[in-house]
């Protein structure tokens, strides 16, 4: 394989995948999971809203590092 085709394959497994994640975190949104975690803090005032999501943020971070060793080990072969 020369440079281009690899960059090609590369580019759209990475294009793949960030269209599994979107999608993924949209239904998630959709239904009410991501956000609404119980270590996410949620600061409601009269005219403010502070949302910290720090467990949305924990299990996402943790479901990309799966999903991002599980591509560059099938890239390895």
């Given at each position: 394989?020369n440079?281009?085709?690899?960059v ?13 994640i ?56």
């Open positions: 394989m440079a281009w085709e690899t090609g394959r590369l580019t759209a497994i990475v294009g793949g995948a960030l269209v599994l979107g999608g993924l975190l949209w239904l998630g949104s959709k239904s009410g999971i991501i956000g609404n975690l119980p270590g996410d803090i949620r600061i409601e005032r009269p005219g403010l809203t502070c949302v910290f999501p720090l467990a949305t943020s924990i299990v996402v971070s943790v479901v990309l590092t799966v999903a991002l060793n599980i591509v560059a080990r099938l890239l390895r072969r």
